[in-house]
């Protein structure tokens, strides 16, 4: 599946083995980009000056930029994000000083809110068929938008370690829920997330960035695993299929660290 997604009226968006690196000094100046999955929707103590960017004092951006004491740092990532939204709205504070970039794009791009959405109210036929959708298109038109991403990530932060972090699969197969979704959706759903997460990591690799994948720190902890670190279906309903504040700190944190 999928692992990433957001929308007012659906649901919501998905990561990925680290690549280890040396730590970065502390003196580095961080800035943390992308979607909801980076600004932390899901694991509350949002920012009110944050607005609908929904920033999370949880959020694996803050949590390492406490933990390291960065000589700068820029939260730039909000919920509901798009590629065209990095490129317009995020870049501003990168420069040659930058030492550290992070984030996590591509799930809305994809239209994973819509197919969760659609997935939980429709058919297994209509589900499939939707996840079948935005998988042509994490193959043949999400590349090209992760590469302007990349490519302006690249230019305005020359000397950066720049970390692109995945997406979790959604749901533990064969797992406890005895409701929802069928087994074959889940499967569908998860395999869109690896989808993703390896048209992701083939751009970062090409250029020359880390890729962080949260597949292996979430397995156990996905919904229907009896101990998720992601929110099934949520009132409201921006907050499903989001982390929580655990899968922020032990699911992305983790993977940040060993890549940055």
């Not at 990433?4 to 968006?13: E, G, I, K, Y």
């Not at 109210?121 to 998988?135: G, H, I, N």
């Not at 692109?164 to 759903?189: H, T």
Request: hydrophobic share 40%.
């Amino acid at each position: 599946m999928v692992s990433a997604f957001f929308a007012a009226a659906s649901l919501a968006l998905l990561g990925a083995a680290p690549a280890s690196s040396a730590q970065l000094p502390a003196a580095t100046n961080y800035v943390a980009l992308g979607d909801s999955y980076s600004s932390g929707l899901g694991a509350g103590s949002y920012d009110s000056g944050s607005g609908s960017c929904k920033r999370s004092s949880k959020a694996y951006p803050a949590l390492w930029a406490a933990a390291n004491s960065p000589a700068s740092f820029t939260f730039a990532a909000c919920s509901g994000a798009r590629t065209g939204d990095v490129l317009n709205g995020q870049l501003g504070a990168l420069n040659s000083s930058t030492g550290l970039v992070s984030i996590t794009i591509g799930g809305n791009d994809a239209g994973f809110a819509d197919t969760m959405t659609t997935c939980v109210l429709q058919s297994e036929s209509t589900c499939l068929s939707r996840v079948q959708q935005a998988r042509t298109y994490i193959d043949n038109t999400l590349p090209g938008q992760l590469d302007q991403v990349y490519n302006a990530i690249s230019a305005k932060a020359s000397a950066a370690r720049v970390v692109v972090l995945g997406y979790p699969r959604f749901y533990k197969l064969s797992g406890s829920c005895i409701a929802g979704l069928s087994e074959k959706e889940r499967a569908a759903i998860n395999a869109a997330a690896d989808a993703i997460n390896g048209v992701t990591a083939k751009r970062a690799a090409d250029h020359g960035f880390a890729f962080g994948d949260v597949t292996a720190t979430f397995t156990g902890h996905e919904i229907c695993s009896g101990s998720a670190w992601l929110h099934s279906v949520t009132y409201p309903v921006d907050e499903s299929y989001h982390p929580t504040a655990t899968g922020q700190s032990s699911g992305y944190l983790p993977v940040l660290r060993s890549a940055a």
